[in-house]
């Protein structure tokens, strides 16, 4: 269901999380200590942050329809009509070419087409269609032509019923999105039962209400990383925004993050190696002698001819190969001058299943295509492929049905190699990207590319002469898979995946479709069918294969960065809970003030979050995004909580007041702090020394500035306070050290139990 404005408004201003920070800022406005109320602001960026991003996706839904941007072609007056969508009524009739998509639920009435209904059920097999067979809207069609009369449009169209499910906005499955969900699900209902506990134990050990209730509402914040999910969408958008210069449109924000996990990518040749344009090389006839011009002065030359004219004409859709074709034969005054046959009695329009195309005529076949897939003469099949040379090899046969094959000519053609396609296949070896070709076309032709672009390995394989396949073995075994159906594109992107493997797919057609959904990252080039656009997470809007690159490494720069990031964040998350939690039992003081942790909150967590998220990183992200900032956020949550806790029950001990407790609490929980942006920012650069000293400096003129040390209510140390400060110091260094170590090796192990 569609959301209006309002609606988008008021379910991210309704929440648990926003509700909970109210009541604490009514509880602190309540005893007077407004300055203490600066955490609100947080929560305010954060859901104004949210409702723009929610925005912004739901007039990227509304404009991504279900439904093709081109208009339908309707029969009007007998004149082919492109008419605008709405415009069509329910008993017209439509008219059908290879690539369109089926708008309305109808008959077919006239022709043969094959359609793709997988973008609808996922089943994977093309769909012969004849006159009176119905039509699913959303299906596309993949071979032939036809015209099919309109019987439901409208709410009872079932293109219109899939339009509002396809087009709700869906939560991305991702690492980092999860872990947001989760932290902001599971603390803000616990801070209910914390907080109404803690409240009680505040009251229960002081007599000061304003300390009582500021100090609870110190801890309930202190668990919330409330700039955590305002940074990860800002960085995000960000980083949304700097693709979109380069002409990438983003379909899916938290889709950053899954490409910078790539491992290995799968590559079509047409249009990613190649540019998709196709020229005829030479015409070969069965003694392997050259056509020269496309003359017919043989009776072998006539046959051949005459039936790749039967055969071209007879074909309504265009492809790169027809077009190649009918280029260069359509200029020759002889292949004008042929004779035609005096009937066609059966069209076979070209299949990406079939791999075939031809005509039945005089009682004989004439086909088009590759040649297994035309005879079974092994004596003919070898004889070809020893001639291909290289290149796509497309014969011409004649099957008289009776079991007898004569091969009547050969066109060898060749591809455009894209001028980038050498750089950009060393950019994915120097990167730790493992390069896979997978095409529907002959495996000399492929390989032969492939070689030319600098793929390594070339190890190649023809999946059409196996019988059985082992998709998991062919996966490992290969590095290129030719005459591949769109189904079998699906099951070796999901052998890679079972393999661990993470896998990015690109593709331009709707034989793509099935392989870019099961794919972790999917890219679909800009002039690409509408419905590979539509399962892409990723489009490329100038079709540009070079485009491909800066996609990987914003997407590396954006989550590496994150994850530093995160784990300052997720540091604070964990000593603030486990301190909430502590302090009820504890009959001391909480140690920290609401404005004294958004001091922190900046100082240590969002300003060097912000900063480090900005940093470039183009390495591949490896292990789990959880497994890697709980590496760094564990030990320093924990140190920080057992010095804290340390430091209350000394303080208590020796009647320390609030104030100097509080102070050397922020002063102890800065420096474990500097330790861990220190420990994330290894090997120190320029940028990130400057980051620490300007820290430093923010902290040091704080404590020392008489007015900045008196709103955030700091003092002067005493030396009694600066020993203890210091013990706990040096303390906390080992201790971090033994839980770093510790913590470095279990944590892996416990979260792979999960």
């Given at each position: ?24 800022a009514i509880m602190v406005a309540a005893v007077g200590s407004y300055k203490n109320m600066l955490f609100i602001t947080i929560a305010i960026a954060n859901t104004m942050i949210s409702i723009i991003n929610e925005v912004r996706a739901k ?637 430093v400096s923010i902290m040091g003129v704080i404590f020392v500035w008489p007015f900045a040390r008196d709103f955030f209510e700091f003092t002067f140390l005493t030396d009694n306070g600066l020993f203890i400060a210091a013990i706990l110091i ?25």
């Amino acid at each position: 269901m569609k959301h209006s404005i309002w609606r988008i408004i008021a379910k991210n201003t309704f929440t648990l999380f926003n509700f909970v920070n109210l009541i604490l800022a009514i509880m602190v406005a309540a005893v007077g200590s407004y300055k203490n109320m600066l955490f609100i602001t947080i929560a305010i960026a954060n859901t104004m942050i949210s409702i723009i991003n929610e925005v912004r996706a739901k007039k990227i839904v509304d404009k991504l329809k279900l439904l093709s941007e081109k208009n339908p072609v309707i029969m009007r007056n007998g004149t082919p009509t492109e008419v605008e969508i709405g415009d069509v009524k329910q008993g017209d009739v439509m008219v059908l070419t290879v690539g369109d998509q089926i708008m309305y639920d109808s008959r077919l009435i006239e022709g043969q087409i094959e359609v793709n209904e997988a973008f609808i059920t996922g089943e994977q097999e093309n769909i012969a269609k004849n006159p009176g067979d119905e039509l699913i809207s959303g299906s596309f069609v993949v071979a032939g032509s036809a015209k099919a009369e309109v019987e439901r449009v409208g709410a009872e169209n079932f293109v219109t019923k899939l339009q509002n499910e396809a087009s709700s906005i869906k939560t991305a499955d991702s690492h980092l999105f999860r872990l947001m969900n989760n932290i902001v699900k599971y603390i803000s209902w616990t801070l209910i039962p914390i907080g109404a506990l803690l409240l009680w134990a505040r009251f229960r050990a002081e007599a000061d209400t304003t300390t009582a209730i500021t100090s609870t509402v110190a801890a309930l914040i202190n668990m919330i990383p409330e700039g955590l999910i305002l940074l990860t969408s800002s960085v995000l958008a960000l980083a949304t925004i700097r693709l979109s210069k380069r002409r990438v449109l983003v379909q899916d924000l938290y889709a950053i993050e899954t490409l910078a996990r790539v491992d290995t990518i799968c590559l079509d040749k047409t249009g990613t190696l190649t540019t998709g344009n196709m020229t005829v090389f030479d015409v070969l006839m069965p003694d392997g002698s050259k056509m020269e011009g496309g003359g017919d002065s043989t009776p072998a030359e006539k046959s051949f001819l005459r039936a790749l004219k039967a055969i071209l004409t007879s074909q309504t859709a265009e492809n790169i190969t027809i077009i190649a074709l009918n280029k260069k034969f359509a200029r020759s005054a002889k292949f004008k001058a042929t004779d035609d046959f005096a009937k066609i009695d059966e069209i076979y329009p070209f299949s990406s299943d079939r791999k075939y195309s031809g005509v039945r005529v005089e009682g004989a076949k004439y086909l088009m295509g590759a040649i297994e897939f035309i005879t079974e003469d092994k004596t003919i099949i070898k004889e070809v492929k020893a001639k291909s040379g290289g290149y796509r090899t497309l014969a011409v046969v004649r099957d008289d049905g009776r079991g007898k094959t004569t091969l009547l000519g050969m066109i060898r053609l060749e591809d455009e190699i894209r001028a980038t396609a050498p750089k950009i296949i060393r950019y994915f070896y120097d990167n730790d990207i493992d390069v896979k070709i997978i095409s529907g076309d002959d495996l000399g032709s492929v390989t032969a590319i492939a070689e030319k672009v600098g793929v390594r390995g070339l190890r190649g394989v023809n999946l059409s002469e196996m019988k059985t396949k082992n998709y998991q073995k062919l996966a490992k075994d290969y590095d290129i898979f030719t005459r591949v159906t769109p189904g079998e594109k699906k099951e070796l992107i999901k052998a890679l995946k079972a393999a661990g493997r993470t896998v990015a797919m690109t593709g331009d057609g709707v034989n793509d479709i099935l392989a870019m959904k099961e794919a972790d990252a999917s890219l679909a080039i800009g002039e690409g069918s509408d419905a590979a656009r539509r399962a892409a997470k990723f489009v490329l809007l100038d079709s540009g294969f070079e485009s491909i690159p800066s996609i990987i490494d914003e997407g590396r720069q954006s989550i590496n960065n994150l994850e530093r990031s995160t784990s300052l964040f997720l540091a604070k998350t964990v000593y603030a809970s486990i301190l909430a939690v502590v302090f009820v039992f504890l009959p001391f003081s909480y140690p920290f003030k609401p404005i004294e942790m958004s001091l922190l909150n900046f100082a240590c967590i969002g300003f060097p979050g912000l900063v480090l998220s900005l940093e470039k990183n183009t390495d591949r992200v490896k292990n789990k995004f959880v497994t890697n900032i709980l590496t760094y956020s564990l030990p320093i949550g924990l140190t920080v909580s057992l010095a804290m806790i340390a430091l209350a029950i000394i303080a208590g001990l020796n009647n320390f007041p609030h104030y100097e407790l509080s102070t050397t609490a922020v002063f102890v929980t800065f420096v474990i702090d500097l330790i861990l942006i220190y420990w994330i920012s290894r090997p120190l650069n320029k940028l990130r020394a400057a980051l620490i000293v300007t820290i430093v400096s923010i902290m040091g003129v704080i404590f020392v500035w008489p007015f900045a040390r008196d709103f955030f209510e700091f003092t002067f140390l005493t030396d009694n306070g600066l020993f203890i400060a210091a013990i706990l110091i040096v303390a906390s260094v080992a201790v971090f050290e033994i839980l770093r170590r510790v913590l470095a090796h279990l944590t892996p192990k416990i979260l792979d139990r999960f």
